[in-house]
């Protein structure tokens, strides 16, 4: 059973920058995607940025490509997100998330109905 948590979270004035990290284990194999989604108040949770474990193939959201990075650190067992240049609308709750490996090739989908695991999130707040 995969265990996710966030940490990292907090208030910054636009323009500004935070790192997420999410601490993952459980995993039974080593060939696994993961990834970040987000939700604002009275909207749905969207895919933000996914990661092939073991690998620099990731996928971005429209919408922070070019401001944010997906990562991994060494031991491959916490997941990184840097956020840059942040907008008053990147304001959500920030989920990690084992997302089901479905498309072929080094590639993990951002579709929220994919995920089968999910950590506690962590709120981050970006005031204009």
């Known amino acids: 059973q995969v265990q996710l948590q966030e940490s990292g979270g907090g208030s910054v004035q636009s323009g500004g920058s935070l790192r997420l990290s999410c601490s993952a284990s459980?995993?039974?194999?080593?060939?696994?995607?993961m990834g970040w989604f987000r939700q604002a108040p009275g909207k749905e949770r969207e895919g933000v940025a996914s990661?092939?474990?073991?690998?620099?193939?990731?996928i971005y959201a429209d919408s922070v490509k070019g401001r944010f990075t997906v990562s991994q650190d060494n031991a491959k067992n916490t997941l990184l997100l840097q956020m840059d240049s942040l907008k008053p609308e990147d304001t959500a709750m920030y989920y990690c998330?084992?997302?089901?490996?479905?498309?072929?090739?080094?590639?993990?989908?951002?579709?929220?109905?994919?995920?089968?695991?999910w950590g506690q999130g962590t709120q981050v707040t970006v005031s204009s």
């Open positions: 459980g995993y039974s194999s080593s060939r696994h995607c």
């Open positions: 998330a084992a997302i089901e490996k479905v498309v072929a090739g080094p590639f993990c989908s951002l579709d929220r109905v994919l995920v089968n695991a």
């Open positions: 990661i092939f474990a073991g690998t620099t193939s990731t």
